[in-house]
């Protein structure tokens, strides 16, 4: 009996060929890496001097910040403080072998890099897809500037516009019920209480406490909307960023950077 082998270097060829439509998918996906990485890169170049106290926020962008901020340490000897924003963030600080604080020992940052999961034309950011808002927030605030990075997908007219995943809000979890009857009563839309991919039951936050995903249903103010939240018992944080923000750079598919300040 005779075995008739496919060479395997014509495999990946017909593979392609017989789907199509996943070359698109990584081709798109390469582009939306590129477009972080570019508008990270700009971030750090512009925002960050020798021997600032840099906050470093959460997320997939963020991994080019660091890695940014590490290259230029390893090139041009740059000396710069991290906060972190999350464990994410401690992890991605200590494996680039820069120096990590915190803010007990570091209160006051010059300035504070993080990404978004939409900004408005006010750069008015919903933040928190990654349950890390109220540290996020925390970090921003302690910042002199308070730098936005995202791709071309996270660039919106008004909030809602492409990130359809709700306003995060993290809670006390033995008060998630009746905020999430309040929340609704009185602004409507949904909150939806966030349920974990990897266990049983739902997401908690590096802070022990629960996330309710806001979906909202019609354009708010949103700083009233921000304070009528933060005015519920059991509330501890939106991922409403309003007034924070000075400088966004959203990396486009074209490879070019897109700026905009407030």
């Excluded at 392609?16 to 798109?28: D, G, I, L």
């Excluded at 750079?249 to 300040?261: A, I, L, T, W």
Aim: glycine share 8%; aromatic share 6%; charged share 25%.
């Amino acid at each position: 009996m005779r075995l008739l082998l496919q060479p395997i270097s014509t495999a990946p060829a017909k593979w392609f060929s017989r789907f199509p439509c996943r070359q698109v998918v990584w081709a798109s996906m390469d582009k939306v890496e590129s477009a972080k990485r570019a508008a990270a890169h700009r971030a750090v170049d512009e925002h960050v001097k020798d021997s600032y106290k840099v906050g470093v926020g959460s997320g997939s962008t963020v991994v080019f910040a660091v890695e940014r901020l590490a290259q230029r340490a390893r090139e041009e000897g740059l000396k710069v403080v991290c906060v972190p924003t999350s464990f994410q963030a401690r992890q991605l600080i200590v494996n680039n072998n820069l120096e990590i604080s915190d803010l007990e020992i570091t209160p006051e940052l010059d300035v504070a890099i993080d990404g978004a999961d939409e900004a408005d034309q006010q750069l008015t950011l919903i933040k928190g897809g990654g349950g890390c808002q109220l540290q996020e927030k925390i970090v921003a605030a302690a910042a002199k500037t308070f730098v936005v990075i995202a791709d071309y997908r996270k660039d919106s007219t008004v909030l809602g516009e492409q990130w359809k995943k709700g306003i995060p809000i993290e809670v006390v979890p033995m008060a998630y019920c009746p905020v999430k009857l309040k929340i609704e009563n009185e602004l409507g839309g949904q909150a939806v209480l966030r349920q974990a991919k990897a266990k049983a039951g739902p997401v908690v936050t590096d802070n022990g406490n629960f996330i309710l995903d806001w979906v909202f249903d019609k354009i708010h103010d949103w700083e009233k909307v921000n304070q009528q939240i933060m005015m519920i018992p059991g509330v501890v944080e939106t991922g409403l960023f309003v007034g924070m923000a000075s400088t966004a750079y959203f990396g486009m598919q074209d490879g070019s950077v897109k700026e905009r300040h407030v």
